[in-house]
């Protein structure tokens, strides 16, 4: 787990060497295929906040990890899958949807909750991606901040896989512009505190550029396989 202070070092580092550097950054502990025990070894370690990416892992492990500890969801969601997180997360990062927003919105009634999500934007345009396209995010965001039980917190995206961080840079600054023109837009409802970018590969570069919650799997666990 020393790979945790590493990490914290880098992000620190990024900090400082940037004007728009966010000053608290979460860093979101990534288990998917992560065994419970090495998940509770990570929150001994100080980790605040997991993420997952599937339902099924989240149900499956929930009961299992010990501690005061945030759940968020970060994959794909399905909205038949709902209902089953709708009590556990505290914040879903992978909203792009209306079908999607609505069910959200429902179960959220439901629960007697409101729910935080992130929109997540396609700001790489990769076809296999999930998430909202950045010339459609405005209406979007427009259309579920109407929604009651929803609570919109922020942006999210995924950097293209590539060799040299370097050139998610552009993906980066473009989701922070973003957000900083959705937040001068000051929508009733909508709040645009995170900026949820940055995995093992980019992590400081998207720190440079404004990122509050970083995503990261690999560096603290070791490599998928
Ligand atoms: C797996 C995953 C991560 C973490 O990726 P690493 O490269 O292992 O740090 C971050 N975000 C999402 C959406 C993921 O699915």
């Known amino acids: ?27 979101l502990a990534v288990t998917k295929n992560v065994q419970a025990e090495k998940m509770n070894e990570a929150v001994g370690y100080g980790i605040s906040a997991i993420g997952e990416n599937r339902v099924q892992e989240i149900l499956n492990k ?12 970060i994959g794909h969601l399905q909205t038949n899958k709902v209902k089953y997180i709708i009590d556990k997360v505290s914040l879903i ?6 079908s ?12 007697g ?3 935080p999500v992130l929109v997540q934007v396609n700001v790489a345009d990769e076809e296999t991606k999930f998430g909202v396209a950045p010339r459609e995010t405005i209406d979007f965001i427009r259309e579920i901040s109407r929604y009651p039980h929803l609570r919109v917190q922020g942006l999210m995206t995924i950097g293209p896989l590539v060799e040299d961080a370097e050139e998610v840079r ?6 922070r512009t973003l957000r900083d023109e959705i937040h001068r837009l000051a929508l009733p409802g909508v709040e645009m505190e995170y900026l949820s970018m940055g995995m093992t590969n980019d ?21 998928r396989i």
């Open 1 to 27: 787990m020393g790979a945790i202070d590493h990490i914290r070092a880098v992000i620190r580092q990024a900090q400082q060497k940037s004007a728009v550097a966010a000053e608290e950054v979460l860093l």
């Open 100 to 111: 999607l927003a609505g069910e959200i919105d429902k179960r959220a009634g439901q629960a």
């Open 203 to 223: 992590y400081h570069v998207a720190v440079e550029e404004g990122a509050n919650i970083v995503r990261i799997g690999s560096a603290i666990f070791g490599k």
């Open 170 to 175: 552009p993906v980066f600054r473009e989701l």
């Open 62 to 73: 929930y009961d299992q990890v010990k501690g005061k500890v945030d759940w968020h969801l």
């Open 113 to 115: 909750r409101e729910m």
């Open 93 to 98: 990062h992978s909203l792009d949807s209306l």
